[in-house]
């Protein structure tokens, strides 16, 4: 029986799911759900792109789907385009979350 338990549970499976790409100028990155220091306070934290080193993103997967999503889309949109402005990064992440949701396009963590 589904409930807050096996949510639980399946987040902990999610916990340290990673995969890697590369942006437009081919710099590398880890993308990780998993949570940033405590002290840094930010639900996601994105590594300024170098070339000579695997640069990483780190996203808290303890959010709710759609905040996990969004935080996933703010990242990646540094990782790809560093110079565009923190507002600019929240509100096109917001933007693309805001409008897949409309279109009922859900994005979920898969139960396992
Ligand atoms: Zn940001």
């Known amino acids: 029986m589904p409930g807050v338990l096996d949510r639980g549970v399946s987040r902990l499976n999610n916990y340290m ?9 081919k710099a590398e990155y880890e993308i990780k ?17 170098e070339h000579d080193r695997l640069n990483k993103i780190l996203v808290n997967p303890h959010q709710d789907d759609k905040k ?3 935080t996933v889309i703010h990242e990646l949109i540094h990782a790809y385009i560093w110079d565009l402005s923190e507002t600019k990064v929240t509100r096109l992440a917001r933007s693309i979350v805001r409008i897949l949701s409309s279109l009922d ?5 898969k139960e396992r």
């Open 33 to 49: 759900l998993r949570k940033p220091r405590k002290e840094l306070v930010a639900e996601g934290i994105c590594d300024y792109p």
């Open 105 to 109: 396009i859900e994005i979920k963590f």
């Open 68 to 70: 996990v999503l969004e």
């Open 17 to 25: 799911k990673s995969t890697k790409f590369k942006n437009f100028d």
